[in-house]
């Protein structure tokens, strides 16, 4: 049996959703005026704002396909989403049992976006105290 060629599983594949790409974008920029802008450094303020964009933007995703997916996912999906944090372990559940049919994107997503978060509050517990005068 041969591998299938280079134009069938480019074919397959696609180039995957654009949408939720889009809307990381746009919700960064959102993000870094919303809830970054008392950080005294560039690279935090879009570290920040772009963390919470990815964490949104990767929970509205898997609603997306939750809610494709059938009415209990929905279900649950709509009920939770509302909740901090009982919004995340919900997403966490669908991304775990459904990672290798669609749930991979959205996951690496937000894991990307939790590792900003964790990165600009290390820098920001370790930045150096400023003089006393």
């Known amino acids: 049996m041969s591998p299938p060629a280079p134009e069938d599983s480019a074919l397959r594949s696609g180039s995957g ?7 990381l974008g746009a919700t960064t920029a959102g993000a870094v005026e919303g809830f970054a802008r008392g950080l005294p450094a560039a690279i935090d303020r879009l570290l920040l704002g772009a963390g919470i964009a990815a964490v949104f933007t ?13 009415r209990s996912w929905a279900l649950a999906i709509a009920l ?15 991304a775990r049992r459904h990672w290798r049919e669609d749930a991979a994107g959205p996951g690496w997503l937000a894991l990307a976006g939790l590792l900003a978060q964790l990165l600009v509050s290390l820098r920001l517990l370790f930045a150096a105290p400023p003089p006393v005068a």
């Not at 990767?58 to 059938?70: E, H, M, N, P, T």
Request: aromatic letters at 14%; charged letters at 5%.
């Open 17 to 23: 959703p654009a949408l939720p790409w889009l809307c």
């Open 58 to 70: 990767a929970l509205l995703w898997i609603a997306i396909l939750a809610a494709r997916r059938g």
């Open 80 to 94: 939770g989403i509302w909740i901090p944090y009982v919004n995340l372990l919900i997403a966490t559940h669908y």
